[in-house]
């Protein structure tokens, strides 16, 4: 054979048996580097969020974290125990507002449209309960220290500057009724210890009122308010079981709770009245596990002491 035949001959073969050989090679991209998940900011890293969000004035306080809200705003979202409860307040009483901002409640209750709007037991009221407020910074106005100065010394006090776990009762006084809208209640990082202090400030037969915005309701079947979020608070017992906000307040020793789901709120809220029915209180307690600061944060607490297990089936 034609030795030039015979070569186009043997690369005719070889081409048909490995296409490659006259194919242009594709470059092999190189594989992307993994990167290693974001670090999940710490619990001190949300504290101190938090505390910023706290210390926020003027135009830089961001949207949620109110500090003006007047005495009309608790009496539509607090039961309307709430309302009849301070009216029917005498001079020999005592209302301590937790996350009071400014303390426009407060101003509130001692106008004149109080007064109009809750004409039956005015005489009774007097010169009304004496009235404390507490917020983690000072934002009292002008308005306030008017007031004040009209009234009899002392009638309306102000604390600020620490949460409400760090004063004593010899500081703060006993109370017949307390309130929190979206204070204390909300935002502590330690709500068993809150409550614990709440109730030890009450005097027997006096009322908490208070609200946690976006709950798992006690009766009422509903998913967070946020797609693909959590709850603003949750509590899971020490099998990981969830344990509903408003079961545990009704776990409180000398306390009687009602619990009211208020679904036309966005977000929607579940209204809570506890009143204390004797002293020996003990309140189940509880360990934060998640914190991720807001308006209010989102958290997370486990049921401290351990549930027995569950028998077999």
Not at 80 to 85: K, L, V, W, Y
Not at 144 to 164: C, E, M, R, S, V
Not at 218 to 231: F, L, M, S, T
Not at 253 to 266: F, I
């Amino acid at each position: 054979m034609n030795p030039l035949v015979k070569g186009l001959t043997t690369i005719a073969i070889a081409t048909a048996i490995c296409p490659c050989v006259n194919a242009q090679q594709t470059p092999v991209e190189p594989q992307a580097e993994l990167k290693p998940a974001p670090k999940r900011p710490s619990l001190s890293e949300e504290f101190s969020k938090q505390l910023q969000i706290f210390q926020t004035k003027g135009e830089a306080v961001p949207e949620g974290f109110v500090v003006d809200r007047g005495l009309l705003a608790y009496s539509f979202a607090l039961s309307s125990e709430f309302d009849r409860g301070l009216a029917a307040l005498g001079p020999g009483d005592r209302w301590l507002d937790i996350g009071a901002g400014q303390g426009q409640a407060i101003l509130d209750y001692y106008g004149e449209r109080f007064d109009a709007m809750h004409p039956q037991g005015r005489e009774q009221r007097g010169k009304k309960a004496q009235a404390v407020g507490i917020s983690i910074g000072d934002r009292r106005t002008e308005a306030w220290h008017q007031t004040a100065a009209k009234l009899d010394k002392n009638q309306i006090q102000y604390f600020a500057g620490k949460p409400l776990r760090e004063y004593s009762r010899e500081v703060l006084g006993r109370f017949q009724l307390i309130s929190d809208v979206i204070g204390g209640f909300s935002y502590t990082e330690y709500l068993s210890q809150f409550m614990q202090k709440v109730l030890d400030l009450l005097t027997v037969n006096g009322s908490f009122h208070s609200l946690l915005m976006d709950v798992h309701y006690e009766k009422i079947a509903n998913r967070p308010y946020y797609p693909g979020a959590a709850y603003r608070t949750e509590i899971v017992n020490a099998r990981g079981e969830e344990v509903k906000l408003c079961s545990w307040l009704k776990q409180i020793s000398c306390v009687e709770v009602m619990c009211e789901a208020k679904t036309d709120w966005a977000p929607p809220i579940e209204v809570y009245q506890v009143r204390k029915v004797c002293d020996d209180i003990t309140v189940p307690p509880l360990s934060l596990v998640h914190f991720e600061a807001g308006t209010p944060p989102e958290r997370r607490y486990r049921l401290g002491d351990a549930l027995p297990a569950k028998p077999a089936k």
